[in-house]
């Protein structure tokens, strides 16, 4: 019995642990669960499978077309035989098959353009799904490091508030004893109900960073969701004085999917241009057609023997003879189901009949349709132009910007480090002072909320910091990463 309960305790310490495995979400795991589940980029995926559905087909079209048709039918009243190609007062049953195929042997290079426009506007929209992908990326890091400083302001602020309630306890024992006056207990409780409520606050923000982020996961709301928690000052971030904006600048010209994704466009809207202007010369082509008929009346006329008519007389003396023939007598009768398609096979055979031939299609007058045609491709390619120069250097002015703020974020950062240094140093004084009976409890209070603050203030410097320098590390191509 007893290694029976020591299994089953194994067992659910086992399982605690793995749940809590499955359940605690790194920046890793969050960047790749979010590029897999964002609607964002999935809306972008669809818009790439759509483009290559457009590549295939395009290819296909280099390929001759066949189709066959059969139309099958029955006309009532006077119908045509399309057997004898006469009218006749009858019903009939007709049947009608033909197969053509048709190949265009030349149009001006305008469907190998429109391929290869076709594999540009492909890669373009692959290089969408990516900048989609690195967009909200560096959206889960953002908000990733913000429930990640909530946390830290959560861990201070429980800190501060176990201080002011150990010194409160101890304040109250001399409070108690008559060391101390009451006033100095008063003021301190204060300070305990503060810091609560500030405890309390950071605590609610953090499940409030918490849920920004499962919605950018996409995940529900009530799921359960542990984020892991390095230590920010192990997150390796590069040294901001060795990096120039320059440098970095000219690395995300070679790697970020919208400068890649522009120029693709770009060369798919020349290849357009070309494929529209081949549009305005002869198309020549080859086609071919087989076509073969099959007519049944749905009566029949047969043989019904012979009957005699008189077609003369003849004199023999006196008397007067008459003189008969043969006549064949016809009738006419409802044909059974089967017999309808008597003859089918052999009616097909001898009406088949075949057509090859070449065509040539000259474009004179469609209404202005191929020159407008030209003249929006032409737009377009402009419009590509454009918008290449515009976020090339709407790229470079980010990549500016990026850099400035995360050397003034390196700057706030070491100014608030020595701020908490002063601070620490200064709290610790006050609190040999407020210990041997020289220091007013309010001072105290003061130096502890000083301290408190600049650990606050220099967390806050230090995650933007860290922040900033991602965001060059992205601009560098070197992915989202803690």
Known sequence: MTKFLLFISLLFISCTIQAQINTTWDLRRCVEYAMSNNITVKTADITAQLSEINLNQSKLQQLPSLNYNLNHGISFGRSLNRSTNTFQDANIMYENQSIQTSVTIYNWNSQRNTIAANKYTLA??????EKAKNDIGLNVARQYLLALLSLEQTRVNALQLQQSKA???NTRKLVDAGSLPELNAAELETQVARDSAVYV?????????KLALKSLLNISAEESF?????????????NILEI???AVFAIAMQTQPQVKGNILRVMAADKNYLAAKARLYPTISAFGQMNTAFNQTFTETYFNGYSESTIGYSKNGTSTIPVFTQVPNFASRDR??????????TSLKNQLGKVIGIGINVPIFNGGQAKANLKRAQLDKDRWELLNSRDTLLLKQDVYTAYEQALGSYQTFMARMKQVQTAERSFELASRRYEIGVMQTIEWLTNQNNLTR?????????????????????????GIKL
């Open 124 to 129: 373009a929209d692959k290089q969408a799904v």
């Open 167 to 169: 010194q409160f306890q």
């Open 201 to 209: 606050q950071s605590t609610v923000q953090y499940e409030l960073d």
């Open 226 to 238: 542990v984020i892991e928690t390095p230590p920010v000052a192990t997150i390796p971030v590069e």
């Open 244 to 246: 120039t904006p320059a």
């Open 336 to 345: 059974t189901f089967g017999s309808i398609w008597n003859g089918y096979g």
């Open 454 to 478: 600049s650990k606050i203030d220099m967390l806050v410097a230090q995650f933007d910091y860290v922040f900033k320098m991602k965001v060059l590390e992205f601009f560098k191509g070197q």
